[in-house]
């Protein structure tokens, strides 16, 4: 039998998450980027890029191959899609498979497109202004230092 022990120290929590925090950075680490598409899957709030401001739902990817570097594409770059419609993305450090997408334009999913890019910072900014007193504490599980090294583990 297991005896509870007294919490010695105030709760903490994540705060909620909004549909802006599932916007993808195509500059981090192939794992941030996964670790962003298995939180963010059905039935939760997606992730998402843009092409030519147009909204791409990402709902599953995966790592396409760890020793596949493809150097003539730059990072959130569509590499190749197949017959399937699966597509390949350049990241800063590999390359993804995305399996399941929405879109309101399937043209803009080809080779060759990039998608549009986002500054990690300036969402990061807008995420310490919605939660000032989560991101003063010391023990902050995400910062983001951590997500564009590949040391956050979501």
């Not at 990241?91 to 890019?117: C, M, P, Q, W």
Request: some cysteine; charged content about 25%; glycine content about 4%.
């Amino acid at each position: 039998m297991t005896i509870g022990i007294k919490q010695q120290e105030k709760a903490t929590y994540f705060p909620k998450r909004e549909p802006s925090d599932g916007v993808i950075d195509w500059n981090i680490k192939i794992k941030n980027i996964i670790n962003l598409s298995k939180a963010l899957t059905h039935p939760f709030p997606d992730c998402y890029s843009t092409i030519k401001g147009e909204k791409i739902t990402i709902w599953r990817m995966n790592v396409f191959s760890n020793s596949f570097e493809y150097t003539r594409a730059e990072q959130g770059e569509i590499i190749q899609v197949f017959y399937n419609n699966k597509f390949l993305v350049k990241t800063a450090d590999s390359v993804v498979i995305v399996h399941e997408y929405d879109t309101r334009n399937i043209n803009l999913i080809k080779s060759g497109n990039k998608f549009d890019i986002v500054d990690l910072k300036s969402v990061y900014k807008i995420f310490e202004k919605r939660y000032p007193n989560f991101v003063k504490r010391n023990q902050m599980e995400i910062t983001l230092d951590k997500m564009i090294k590949g040391n956050y583990i979501g």
